[in-house]
Antibody
Framework: QVQLVQSGAEVKKPGASVKVSCKAS????????ISWVRQAPGQGLEWMGW????????NYAQNLQGRVTMTTDTSTSTAYMELRSLRFDDTAVYYC???????????WGQGTLVTVSS | EIVLTQSPGTLSLSPGERATLSCRAS???????LAWYQQKPGQAPRLLIY???SRATGIPDRFSGSGSGTDFTLTISRLEPEDFAVYYC??????????FGGGTKVEIK
């Protein structure tokens, strides 16, 4: 069965960076993309970007350009999302999901809470 | 970027009633690349509908999606207790952004 297992909760100070991992299993990793979605406390879903599992091509949300980097390690079927220059309003649950451009998000990770606090 | 506007913000209904949720796009959603997700508190979203009207695996047939172009609808024919949740629409066909709507909360009346 398809599973996406994310790394654990993080607490960071403003200005720091965070890197969240998402280990996929149960499907051919290189056949699908991975998207990252975040949800601030009590708010809706915000798409952050997408990375191709096939060739590593990326497409980032405009408001995060320059602060976010998404990568994959096909040898371990793991996707990574790094967010830099963290601000208080980056506090959110971060999800990875199987899917992306032209593909709905049919499986989701359990979410990783990132708290930005001084 | 395509903006998705969901209405109403909150829908107060009783179990057994019919729920009709709307999602309106600021421009046409290509090839009906429109999905609906359900999210319960403390859980990740779950895919319900893709391609505007296709049910995802394991989704009961009381959930149905319709629409094309800029107007889409999610209908729950008879609300079960487990259906009270927040519902999001999403377009996944258009770069630069794959956007979500703001959500509709279906609450028990």
């Amino acid at each position: 069965q398809v599973q996406l297992v994310q790394s654990g909760a993080e607490v960071k100070k403003p200005g720091a960076s965070v890197k969240v991992s998402c280990k996929a299993s149960g499907y051919t990793f290189t056949s699908y993309g991975i998207s990252w979605v975040r949800q601030a406390p009590g708010q809706g879903l915000e798409w952050m970007g997408w990375i191709s599992g096939y060739n590593g091509n990326t497409n980032y949300a405009q408001n995060l350009q320059g602060r976010v980097t998404m990568t994959t390690d096909t040898s371990t079927s793991t996707a990574y999302m790094e967010l830099r220059s963290l601000r208080f309003d980056d506090t959110a649950v971060y999800y990875c999901a199987k899917g992306g451009e032209l593909r709905y998000f049919d499986y989701w990770g359990q979410g990783t809470l990132v708290t930005v606090s001084s | 970027e395509i903006v998705l506007t969901q209405s109403p913000g909150t829908l107060s209904l009783s179990p057994g009633e019919r729920a009709t949720l709307s999602c309106r796009a600021s421009q046409s959603v290509s090839s009906s690349y429109l999905a609906w997700y359900q999210q319960k508190p403390g859980q990740a979203p779950r895919l319900l509908i893709y391609g505007a009207s296709s049910r995802a695996t394991g989704i009961p047939d009381r959930f149905s999606g319709s629409g094309s172009g800029t107007d889409f609808t999610l209908t729950i024919s008879r609300l079960e207790p487990e259906d009270f949740a927040v519902y999001y629409c999403q377009q996944y066909g258009s770069s630069p952004g794959l956007t979500f709507g703001g959500g509709t909360k279906v609450e028990i009346k």
